[in-house]
């Protein structure tokens, strides 16, 4: 029999029960379409990550006191106990061989005023070398960055500068940031994503101005410590740092009290966090699919019991007991097919959604340009082959009674 008749049988038969066909089909459309959205997330959060901490530069290393992480998230240089880190921390770091430039951080939020309008914004304190640090995602739109010895200047990110108010401001202009007017010395480019959702809405200043805006952080007890390194020894160098570190803390390995990190090692982390979470939905997704698998099995097995007479017909006719195997496969490859396609649209669809919430989400909270979902090519072709697998697997056992059938007793059946 050929394959051409085979189909044309098959499609004849599931329009004929159809209400029947379609409930089968259903199971197999949720579990595809439940990978393909799973997948598609999960790759799609993973990739905007990797391009964000790609952005901040791979020549970089975070220290951070011990309670600014939460409970030891970093695995291998992470933090055990709550620490402060000190203008003796700084001096540690920039003695250490391979440092190019090291920034410390204190970062609060307080409410800035300008031309009678007012906004909360983050107050960013920091030095003359920040820029330096960051000069991989940082630059500057009109002015300069702080200088050493600057006071009661400041320079804005793009979001402080241009969204913030109902006017924009200006580079040379008063901005008042609590009690305290200061002028605009500069106005940086706008980072966008995720790396640049602070940076953009802050209004940078020297440390001593920024203390009284930091709350517990202040010159001498930072919120964190950037530093450049050389690209090309980055691991041994935040090595190098931690026990320097440790070494003037007079800490142990077990007590120690800071985190000391970089972009390939936080995206480590979110990704060993995301591969977990989806293997749990995974879970679900197969769930879904094995739900889908017995129902094609059920099915078939009905479609061989109500077809018995004429498989009968079919064998007295002299059809082989291979084609009508093959019969039964083609229908149940078909049901998953269909099924594959459908899961496939719907995937999209729930992907497509998913996606556009998130970019309401980012956008009011002024985090553009990232993309939170990616279906591949590859995870279509997957799924669609595995949505046809997933129904011949389960036609082969009804397929073979159905093939094993004698002629004389499938012909007395009624």
Known sequence: MRFKDSLRFALNNLTTRGLRSWLTIIGVVIGVAAIIAIVSVGQGLQQAIANQLGALGSDQVYVVPGGSISSNIMSGLGAKEPGELTDKDLSVIESVEGVIAAAPDIIGIETASF???????????????WAKVREASVSME???????????????????AKKAFDKEVLLGSQIKIGNESYKVIGIMKGIGGLGGAQEDKAVFMSLEDAEKYSGAFGVNNYYAIEIKVEQERVDEIAEKIKEKL?????????????????????????????TTINIFLYG?????????????????????????????ILKALGMTNKDVMNLFLVESALIGLVGGILGI??????????????????????????????????????????????????????????????????????
């Not at 031309?115 to 070398?129: A, C, F, P």
């Not at 600057?150 to 979001?159: A, H, I, P, T």
Request: glycine share 10%; aromatic share 8%.
């Open 115 to 129: 031309m009678g309008d007012s906004n909360k914004l983050y107050i960013w304190g920091t030095n003359e070398q």
């Open 142 to 160: 009109s002015g300069r960055f702080l200088a050493k010895g600057d006071r009661g200047v400041v320079v804005l990110g793009s979001d402080a």
């Open 246 to 274: 440790m070494n003037a803390r007079h800490v142990t390995e077990d007590k120690i009290d800071f985190s000391v990190y970089t972009p390939k090692m936080i995206l480590s982390v979110v990704s060993n966090v995301l």
């Open 284 to 312: 679900i997704a197969a769930i879904s699919l094995l739900v889908g698998a017995v129902g094609i099995a059920n099915t078939m097995f009905t479609s061989v019991t109500e077809r018995t007479r004429q498989i009968g």
């Open 345 to 414: 649209f719907f995937g999209f669809l729930i992907s497509g959604i998913i996606g556009q919430i998130t970019s309401v989400l980012l956008a009011s909270s002024r985090i553009g340009g990232v993309s939170m979902v990616y279906v591949s090519p590859e995870l279509v072709l997957f799924s669609l082959i595995f949505s046809v697998a997933i129904g011949i697997v389960s036609g082969i056992f009804p397929a073979r009674r159905a093939a094993r059938l004698e002629p004389v007793e499938a012909l007395r059946y009624e």
